[in-house]
């Protein structure tokens, strides 16, 4: 079956550091690759997606490539602020007829002044 | 444009008791889903409703009723709550245009089984 696996939290950063958060997969043919970000208190929101190898998403400063070879969507930015601070979840779809996400277990970010 | 709505926001059941879930969306999706949001192991997919009419089981749905009741609304019911679902229930609709597709979600319900 598909699978995501990222990174465990809690990631904490000062303001202004690089932000790089791990993300594999495993599924079948060729996904979708999605990150979501949760603000407390919300739901999720879509960040950025890609949906074809080597293709970079990016939104907000963010990007992630999708690499087929080592089957990764890591998520950077290059200098992260504290409205940053908040749940990262990687997440696929596998095309199938619902259009259905497998998400990963989720990374909490907090960002320091 | 409200987007995805979800009513209550906040709940407290005892052990047995029964509610339900509303969920809403304004956006003319066709496809609708029910996840459940527990520490660490990111959503969980209850049910779907890929049209109005349909609904399907997702990776987690036992204990779970859903009706999808028009094309706006989506419900899911616990006929008998037990404390293994306490969880934050999150609600999604999916914008489809050609290959693109997104999911839009609520706000979420937690819920706590006593």
């Known amino acids: 079956g598909n699978s995501v696996t990222q990174m465990e939290g809690p990631v904490t950063l000062s303001e202004e550091a690089f932000l790089t958060i791990n993300c594999t997969y495993t599924a079948t043919g060729y996904p979708s690759l999605f990150w979501y970000v949760q603000y407390p208190g919300e739901g999720l929101q879509l960040l950025l997606k890609a949906t074809k190898a080597d293709d970079k998403g990016s939104n907000k400063g963010f990007e992630a490539t999708y690499r087929k070879e080592t089957t990764s969507f890591h998520l950077e930015k290059g200098s992260v602020q504290v409205s940053d601070s908040a749940v990262y979840f990687c997440?696929?779809?596998?095309?199938?007829?619902?259009?259905?996400?497998?998400f990963g277990g989720g990374t909490r970010l907090m960002v320091k002044p | 444009n409200a987007g995805v709505t979800q009513t209550p926001k906040f709940q407290v059941l005892k052990t047995g008791q029964s509610m339900t879930l509303q969920c809403a969306q304004d956006m003319n999706h066709n496809s609708m889903y029910w996840y459940r949001q527990d520490p660490g192991m990111g959503l969980r997919l209850i049910y779907y409703s890929a049209s109005e009419g349909t609904t399907d089981k997702g990776e987690v749905p036992n204990g779970y009723n859903v009706s999808r009741l028009n094309k706006r609304e989506f419900s899911l019911r616990l006929e008998s709550a037990a404390p293994s679902q306490t969880s934050v229930y999150f609600c999604?609709?999916?914008?489809?245009?050609?290959?693109?597709?997104?999911?839009?979600f609520g706000p979420g319900t937690r819920l706590t089984v006593l």
């Open positions: 997440a696929l779809s596998a095309n199938n007829a619902g259009n259905m996400l497998t």
């Open positions: 999604a609709s999916n914008r489809q245009e050609g290959s693109y597709n997104e999911q839009f």
